[in-house]
């Protein structure tokens, strides 16, 4: 049992969105006893020795563009089969308690205002949540919207350049990216769960190192890739060759509509593709369509088609149908992934933690992209966190 303020703030940015309503209704079901951790890897017995924070030591906060409240959101994700709908009153105290604490987020630079300015203002909201909480530490984790793949600038290659850049006018770093220069300002951890840039700028490296503070990312694994970083090695592993593996992935919903943008789709669809090159060691033909289907509102379906060769060149095909609920899917690795890096950061991890590619398409600080060796690192890695704070 942890001795002394044990406390961990989540930090959510994209409070309101059904990743973060999902989770946070998942947590207060889990401390009212009224449902089990399923899908919550940190649940298995191979993390016990870690020590990481328990459930109901947790703290959810949050900044949100959108205002429709949680308690709201919540009825609208039961309606849509995403939450049982027989858990809402029962946890509607807790998520009225948690909107309180979201705070109004930023997308467009605001007018006279530098980033500079509006990251101390995150910076400020960060550091308010962790003292009036108690907190001994927050960390801070991206569920908001893809983004496009931001241009190339000077200014990513240095903290020095960075901050000279974000002090006058214009936006010089993506939406992601500005909250994790927040976060690690503030003194805390950063999980990008999401494509987007987030803290992968060379800068941001950088100020997280001079704040000694980890992070993570990118690109929660919840589904198709899941299954490409388990079946790819079999065919690696069983030298036979795979001659082209495509897919088409169907969703509704608000990640549905932000990727039915061509720019959006592109980072989505780069971050996807990562683990077949890597695991079979040469490109593969075939491509990754990412389609806006309205009408399976939270629900997505992937179907991939899988053309292989084996002994004497006779060709022979594998396709596999993957149907679910993303925030669902998500929502057990973020609470995951909060106690996993709020340990890290307790036991003086500082910088990319490649440990956690386990939970990532696009891991960062690691080129292993094989789910069974992924799991092997970040079972070994745990264990090593220790039982003492």
């Known amino acids: 049992m942890a001795s002394g303020n044990a406390r961990l703030g989540m930090w959510m940015i994209g409070a309101r969105g059904s990743v973060a309503t999902t989770t ?13 951790p399923v899908g919550c890897v940190t649940e298995l017995s191979d993390f016990r020795p870690a020590a990481l924070a328990r459930f109901d030591d947790l703290v959810f906060g949050g900044h949100d563009i959108g205002t429709v409240p949680l308690v709201k959101r919540a009825e609208q994700l039961a309606l849509a089969g995403v939450v049982p709908v027989h858990l809402l009153d029962h946890v509607k105290d807790e998520l009225v308690a948690a909107d309180k604490e979201i705070k109004l987020g930023v997308t467009d630079l605001p007018s006279g205002r530098t980033q500079a300015e509006v990251a101390a203002g995150l910076v400020a909201d960060l550091v308010s949540f962790r003292q009036r909480h108690r907190l001994a530490r927050v960390v801070v984790v991206n569920v908001a919207s893809t983004e496009p793949t931001p241009p190339e600038s000077a200014a990513h290659a240095s903290l020095s350049r960075l901050r000279e850049a974000m002090s006058s006018a214009g936006s010089v770093v993506p939406t992601s990216s500005l909250y994790a220069y927040a976060a690690f300002t503030a003194g805390c951890s950063y999980i990008n769960f999401t494509p987007s840039a987030g803290a992968g700028l060379p800068a941001l490296d950088e100020l997280s190192r001079a704040c000694a503070v980890p992070y993570a990312g990118n690109d929660g694994k919840t589904g198709e890739t899941l299954v490409k970083s388990a079946l790819a090695p079999m065919f690696a592993h069983r030298a036979l060759p795979v001659r082209s593996w495509s897919g088409t992935n169907l969703l509704g919903g608000g990640d549905g509509a932000t990727l039915a943008e061509p720019a959006r789709a592109h980072s989505k669809t780069r971050s996807k593709s990562r683990v077949l090159e890597s695991v079979l060691g040469h490109p593969v033909e075939g491509i990754v369509h990412i389609d806006n289907v309205p009408e399976l509102g939270e629900w997505k379906t992937a179907w991939d088609h899988i053309l292989f060769e084996g002994f004497l060149g006779v060709r022979m095909t594998l396709q596999f149908t993957w149907q679910g609920c993303d925030s669902t899917l998500a929502a057990p690795l973020v609470l995951d992934l909060v106690r996993l890096l709020g340990r890290a950061h307790e036991t003086g991890h500082v910088g990319p933690q490649g440990q956690l590619a386990f939970f990532f398409k696009d ?7 094989r789910l069974v060796m992924q799991y092997e690192a970040l079972r070994s890695w745990a264990r090593s966190l220790g039982p003492h704070r």
């Open 24 to 36: 946070m209704v998942g947590m207060a079901a889990i401390r009212a006893g009224l449902t089990s």
């Open 363 to 369: 891991p960062v600080a690691t080129d292993e992209h």
